[in-house]
């Protein structure tokens, strides 16, 4: 039976997986967008208590599997130290016991070779794996560009909502387009249709920081949208944690442990997870003047819990505004909302009293 | 064997005491919301050692990182003692030592340690230590085969060693099933081969290691005791109950938090124990 393979929603980086697979040969059913309907039966069938992104990721393989067929799916297990290394394992066994009858590969670093032979990878010459990896390394870096130029764009624009109409047709461009060279001249095109939003040049906008939880920063569903909402507030958002940076520290240890290095005074451990990054990447907001840090994270999730007071701390002592969403599927959009208004109230009231 | 390694090197040792309903509401007030009650109840004895002693020399947090090769413990552990430094404002010097079975072995740890505080007393220190923790599991263990030579039902309580031996969190659970008439034998004395099954975390595969041994005996049931937002519990839970549901064991899960009460325990205690005598 051929191979219909699917992973789990990642934003904007679904992108960048399909590009992946398909240049592999391989027929992928990108999962739908992931909505209240697809956790429904995440939800239904997960462990009560686990990380929310867990929930999201079983209701996408089950939405993937009934309603598009899929029959192979495609998970990463970066052996770390919370739940996240386990994802797959029990996922794997919650989808057996549904009856599903698929293949289920949660790749890591010792079985990767193994799972890349029996999925058939190598039937593939070299220079067509390369190729591959080279394509999804530029969607990924023009998908990282898209969501960069739309923060800076959005908080100046003069007519709400065209940021987010030249956001929209440039990743649905980006996902079309095949070859490196339509990928070069995109780029151009990508920045030039940016810059041609009509922008308020004087505006000022406040810089905020988002830090937390790789997964819930990327997926917008869990977020509720926070960063466009930020855009919409007159905030210029940066993401500190995004998978081009994972993927560099992958490559260089050593950068990884420089930057680690920074969050020194407040915390030396590892907690799991994003927690030691969020700290890290907070004093780096503080060092290079934001106004603010808006911290997300799963409900429980064990890493970012952890170190929620040391962000706490870093806050009072750098006089740096910090609010801390903990995010799951009761958070209503509506009150994340309210809180960013709030935020945001907070920030402009204490820069005015500063000048 | 911590107390048994201090005194040896010449320390008084003050403890926090057992917990009750004084240090579960400070640690409750003093942590994080989302904290794992396992963490609230730690900062609750942080407080109550503090409060009771002002004079201390040195508050003891040990950092448990590795307690087994190649494995990880629960990475909740390993920034306890520079959270505690965050939430409380004065603290005696905090002493903190990694324990690493992937880094070296506990005699290697133990001795390193004791030299930076008694070094004529050390080794002596570090000797006493290691025998008390072996006396200590091979009573756990001659607990079990005792326990295995009952006549009553038997069940296996499968809980983290910080929930088994503490009663007010488990709220008497032990004791409940005593009087209920059930042998509980506690996961943690079961001995077991030691293999590799999920890796990642130590006591994971030690549970499931343990979990496969028990499943082979007469055990008639099965009660997995979790705190309020144990992340490792989330996934262990459903790794544990698949693995009784296989051996065809009655199984049945709790999750206790800071206003679980006694009452209810009781009667879903009750309720189980009397399906297993159907």
């Known amino acids: ?355 | 064997m911590w107390e048994n390694f201090f005194k040896e090197l010449g320390f008084r040792v003050e403890t926090s005491g057992q917990t009750n309903r004084k240090i579960l509401e400070e640690g409750v007030g003093l942590s994080e919301n989302e904290a794992c009650l396992s963490c609230k109840v730690f900062n609750g004895h942080l407080s109550a050692l503090v409060n009771k002693n002002p004079k201390l020399d040195y508050i003891f947090i040990p950092l448990y990182k590795s307690l087994r090769r190649g494995y990880k413990s629960c990475p909740k552990f390993f920034a306890l003692a520079e959270i505690a430094k965050t939430i409380f404002s004065h603290l005696p010097p905090i002493l903190n030592p990694e324990i690493n079975f992937t880094k070296e072995k506990l005699d290697r740890t133990l001795y390193k340690f004791g030299l930076g505080l008694n070094k004529s007393k050390a080794k002596k220190a570090t000797l006493f230590a290691l025998h008390t923790l072996e006396k200590y599991q091979k009573d756990l263990e001659r607990q079990y085969f005792q326990k295995l030579k009952s006549k009553k039902p038997k069940i296996v309580l499968i809980s983290h060693p910080y929930n088994i031996h503490d009663n007010f969190i488990n709220l008497n659970i032990t004791k409940k099933l005593k009087d209920l008439g059930v042998e509980a034998i506690t996961i943690d004395s079961i001995p077991y081969k030691e293999q590799i099954f999920y890796s990642g975390w130590d006591f994971m595969d030690e549970m499931i290691g343990q979990v496969r041994e028990v499943a082979d005996q007469d055990i008639k049931g099965a009660i997995q005791l979790s705190t309020f937002n144990c992340g490792c519990d989330s996934i262990l839970i459903g790794l544990i109950e698949r693995e009784f549901r296989k051996a065809k064991t009655p199984y049945m899960s709790l999750i206790i938090d800071e206003h679980t009460g006694d009452a209810g325990i009781q009667t879903r205690l009750e309720a189980f124990v009397d399906t297993l005598n159907l």
Not at chain 1, 134 to 139: C, Y
Not at chain 1, 149 to 175: A, F, H, N, Q
């Open chain 1, 1 to 355: 039976m051929a191979r219909k393979i699917t992973f789990p929603n990642m934003g904007n980086y679904q992108i960048v997986f399909k590009a992946l697979f398909e240049n592999l040969g391989f027929e992928v059913i990108s999962p739908p967008k992931t909505s209240k309907k697809s956790i429904e039966k995440g939800l239904e069938h997960s462990p009560e208590f686990v990380c929310f992104p867990f929930k999201v990721n079983v209701g996408n393989y089950i939405q993937s599997i009934e309603e598009k067929g899929a029959n192979t799916i495609i998970m990463l297990d970066t052996q770390g130290e919370c739940r996240f290394r386990y994802y797959g394992t029990l996922q794997q066994k919650i989808l057996d016991d549904l009856g599903y009858n698929i293949s289920f590969f949660s790749f890591n670093a010792k079985n990767v070779l193994g799972h890349l032979r029996k999925l058939g990878i190598f039937k593939n010459p070299p220079w067509r794996l390369v190729r591959s990896a080279w394509i999804a390394w530029q969607k990924l870096r023009l998908v990282e560009l898209i969501e960069d130029l739309s923060w800076r764009t959005r908080p100046r624009e003069r007519e709400s909502g065209k940021t987010g109409t030249v956001m929209s047709k440039y990743l649905d461009i980006l996902d079309k387009t095949s070859s490196p060279a339509k990928l070069r001249k995109l780029k151009r095109e990508i920045s030039k249709a940016f810059s041609n939003v009509e922008i308020d040049k004087n505006k000022k906008p406040l810089k905020i920081g988002i830090v937390g939880e790789i997964y819930v920063i990327a997926e917008s569903y869990v977020h509720r949208d926070t960063d466009v909402a930020l855009g919409n507030l007159g905030a210029e958002v940066h993401k500190a944690v995004r998978t081009s940076t994972v993927v560099k520290h992958f490559l260089n240890p050593l950068s990884k442990k420089n930057f680690y290095r920074q969050a020194y005074p407040y915390l030396k451990t590892s907690v799991g997870g994003h927690g030691l990054d969020s700290v890290a990447h907070m004093l780096e907001y503080a060092h290079e003047g934001f106004d603010g840090v808006v911290h997300l994270a799963p409900f429980g999730c064990m890493p970012e819990v952890t170190v929620r007071p040391i962000l706490n701390q870093i806050s009072r002592e750098k006089n740096l505004p910090l609010l801390s969403l903990s995010l799951d599927e009761q958070s209503a959009e509506a009150g994340i909302q309210t809180r960013l208004e709030a935020f945001i109230d907070l920030i402009k009231d204490k820069k005015s009293h500063n000048t």
